[in-house]
């Protein structure tokens, strides 16, 4: 099983930036495309972005041109860079794979992101 730890968030004022960090566990991590998933309070997890093994890209439309998804493979490590961070990005961020793969069936504690106005 794939443990993934997720880090980076905080509270940043509108129009400012974070950059999210997920350290994924195990030998497969590099073969697997993998994403970015956010929850707002009262709202169903969503995907934001996602990252394929050779490295093409896929954003959900509200946050195009200001997060940019990427992944380190050989530290095991997906990034998030958010700018222009909006309130409506308020919401607790949480790596995973994108789509079904074996070991990647449990959902790490997330991190925090809120943005005020």
């Known amino acids: 099983q794939v443990q993934l730890v997720e880090s980076g968030g905080g509270l940043v004022q509108s129009g400012g930036s974070l950059r999210l960090s997920c350290a994924a566990s195990?030998?497969?991590?590099?073969?697997?495309?993998m994403g970015w998933y956010r929850q707002a309070p009262g709202k169903q997890r969503e995907l934001v972005a996602s990252i394929s093994s050779d490295g093409s890209t896929y954003y959900e439309d509200s946050v195009k041109g200001r997060f940019t998804i990427s992944r380190d493979n050989a530290k095991n490590t997906l990034y998030l860079q958010m700018n222009s961070l909006k309130p409506a990005d308020t919401a607790v961020y949480y790596c995973n794979s994108f789509g079904v793969v074996p070991g990647y069936d449990s959902w790490g504690q997330g991190t925090q992101v809120t943005v005020s106005s």
């Open positions: 195990g030998s497969t991590f590099s073969i697997y495309a």
